[in-house]
């Protein structure tokens, strides 16, 4: 597979619970970023966790990474109608300037 | 807060005319990029901008294709011929500081059309 899929694909959860998305990718990276973006919209940047770091927090958003693993989870904490959305994991390898590599992305959908 | 903004939001046009898409990156910011995403598929790399001149472009960006900062603030990519396979969402980018360390932040897109 490529650099950055998420899994799962889509994800359906009501209102209130936890949504967790998973990236994995395949070369050494210096960040993982992880957008998303609404129907149809732009991307909207969520949180940036660099190569050396294993967790960030922010809000209602927590983002670990596994280097050993070349993975990294989303979790979303009690999910709201809101964040229905598609999430992105996207990777900065070593060896780029800049170039980001986008994953397929989970369709995630709370309902009320 | 400040953001990217991109225009038109929405272009249509005829295979083989040349089209130009816009963006105005945010203030500060020193490295500019270029996305696009087919209907459906992933977004994928296009071209990367810094001290006047590309840094990095990927396999996509052909002959057919230019980017340009005409003057401090907008940033541009240009088609020259443009073809079906073209139509996508553009997405401009950019970052203040070294993208080792720093976000990218996205604009709206431009959705082209390619008849």
């Known amino acids: 597979s490529q650099q950055g899929e998420e899994d799962p694909q889509a994800l359906s959860i009501q209102e209130g619970e936890n949504a967790t998305m998973n990236c994995s990718y395949k070369?050494?990276?210096?960040?993982l970023q992880w957008y998303r973006q609404n129907s149809g919209r732009g991307l909207v940047h969520l949180i940036l966790i660099r190569s050396n770091e294993r967790e960030k927090h922010s809000g209602r958003l927590r983002v670990t990474l596994d280097t050993s693993k070349k993975s990294s989870s989303l979790l979303i904490t009690a999910s709201r109608a809101a964040d229905t959305a598609s999430y992105f994991c996207a990777t900065l390898r070593g060896s780029t300037l800049g170039r980001l590599y986008f994953g397929r992305g989970t369709q995630l959908t709370v309902w009320p | 807060e400040p953001e990217v903004t991109q225009t038109p939001s929405h272009q249509v046009t005829q295979m083989g005319q040349e089209v130009i898409l816009r963006c105005v990156p945010i203030s500060n910011h020193l490295y500019f990029y270029w996305y696009r995403q087919i209907l459906g598929q992933k977004v994928e790399f296009l071209v990367s901008?810094?001290?006047?001149?590309?840094?990095?472009k990927s396999e996509i960006f052909d002959d057919q294709f230019s980017v340009e900062r005409p003057d401090g603030s907008n940033f541009t990519l240009k088609i020259r011929s443009t073809k079906l396979e073209d139509s996508a969402m553009y997405f401009c980018?950019?970052?203040?500081?070294?993208?080792?360390?720093?976000?990218?932040?996205f604009g709206p897109g431009t959705r082209l059309t390619v008849l």
């Open positions: 070369t050494s990276i210096n960040n």
């Open positions: 980018a950019s970052s203040d500081t070294t993208p080792s360390y720093n976000e990218q932040f």
């Open positions: 901008f810094y001290n006047n001149e590309i840094s990095e």
